[in-house]
């Protein structure tokens, strides 16, 4: 039997759903049937960060530029900001996660979501990376 290494044996481990698009950063988006767009960090994000103990939420109705500062998760190891993927207004934010941060790690791609952004005028998913293209870029 091969041995795998442990890095190979993560990257399996870790997914990329291809419903969503992503970005550099490490954010996922999914646009929702109301036109909202769900906002969270990829499993690669909350893996290389380690368990959530703490995640400060954007205010609701707060205007956000793509690429902007937005949110903070922080774990035992460091601090990270969040970046709205795209421009918008935050209409909801993931109240759960001020008492369970560690949820993001759980379920990053769906009860772990962040907050929801009501895109601008313009605003589209499309130029965000697809699960492929992320998969090959962030490695």
């Not at 400060?56 to 937005?70: D, I, M, R, T």
């Not at 949110?71 to 993927?85: G, I, L, R």
């Amino acid at each position: 039997m091969k041995n795998t290494s442990l890095r190979t044996r993560l990257e399996a481990a870790l997914e990329f759903p291809d419903h969503l698009r992503y970005t550099l950063s490490h954010e996922w988006a999914s646009q929702e049937p109301d036109g909202d767009v769900l906002v969270g960090i990829s499993a690669l994000a909350q893996d290389s960060l380690g368990e959530l103990v703490y995640v400060e939420l954007p205010s609701l109705g707060k205007s956000v530029a793509a690429g902007e500062a937005c949110a903070v998760v922080e774990s035992t190891k460091a601090a990270s900001d969040v970046y709205a993927p795209i421009a918008g207004e935050v209409t909801a934010v993931n109240e759960a996660l001020r008492n369970e941060p560690q949820t993001v790690n759980a379920a990053p791609y769906t009860e772990g979501w962040l907050f929801r952004i009501r895109p601008a005028v313009g605003a589209d998913l499309s130029a965000l990376l697809s699960a492929q293209d992320y998969q090959a870029q962030a490695h």
